[in-house]
Structures are given as C-alpha cells and as structure tokens.
Nanobody, 122 residues
Framework: QVQLVESGGGSVQAGGSLRLSCAAS????????MRWYRQTPGKPRELVAIIAADADKNTDYTDSAKGRFTISRDNAKETVFLQLTKLTPEDTAIYYC??????????????WGQGTQVTVSW
C-alpha cells in the first residue's frame, strides 16, 4: 500500500548535477522521516541523507555527501528531493528512497522505492 517512486536519475559527467525526486503515497508523510540510500553492486546499501519529520525538518548526511548533496521535502506534495552537485564517478549507484513510516494505517515498516540509476562518468 505504501509506494515510493523515485525519478530524476541519469548519466552526467563529473562535476555535474542531478535532482532526484521521490513521490510517496500511503504514508502519513508529514510524520515520516525520509531517507535516501544508494547501492553499488557488491557493496552494502549506504545511507546518504535523512530528513526528519519534525517541524524544523532537520537533516543529516554521510560525510561524502556533506557540502555536495541537499535533501529537502515538500510535505504538501508528499515528495522528498535529493539535489546532487559536484558529482564524481564514486557517486555512481542506484539511489533509493526509504521510510519507516508510519503508513496511513499507523504501521511502521521498511518501505523502499524501486530506485533510480545515477551514472557519473569522466
């Protein structure tokens, strides 16, 4: 019932930018912390950024993302964004949107989108 749909991925050259979007449904979105992960084959999924459901929309980032990536949310549109800048080939991965809820039925889970591919080349 919960659906997270990512978009905005693509292929860019090093130094370029992309804006990823994650459209959510089935969540009480304004009460749900939202996260972006990324995964490269053969490596564990890595938490990239998180934006809290609190009134201040507090954010946190993995060290490699700080100063380059920006997570934001639009509660009215039930969408979370990840602005990627100064991209390097090490950022190449499938980027996933994630939340633990609550859903509209007040259930906590582990909800994932289908992912969107980001490829950065020299």
């Amino acid at each position: 019932q919960v659906q997270l749909v990512e978009s905005g991925g693509g292929s860019v050259q090093a130094g370029g930018s992309l804006r990823l979007s994650c459209a959510a449904s089935g969540l009480i979105f304004s009460s749900s912390d939202m996260r972006w992960y990324r995964q490269t084959p053969g490596k564990p999924r890595e938490l990239v950024a998180i934006i809290a459901a609190d009134a201040d929309k507090n954010t946190d980032y993995t060290d490699s993302a700080k100063g380059r990536f920006t997570i934001s949310r639009d509660n009215a549109k039930e969408t979370v964004f990840l602005q990627l800048t100064k991209l390097t080939p090490e950022d190449t991965a499938i980027y996933y949107c994630n939340s633990r809820g609550p859903s509209t039925h007040w259930e906590r889970g582990d909800y994932w989108g289908q992912g969107t591919q980001v490829t950065v080349s020299w």
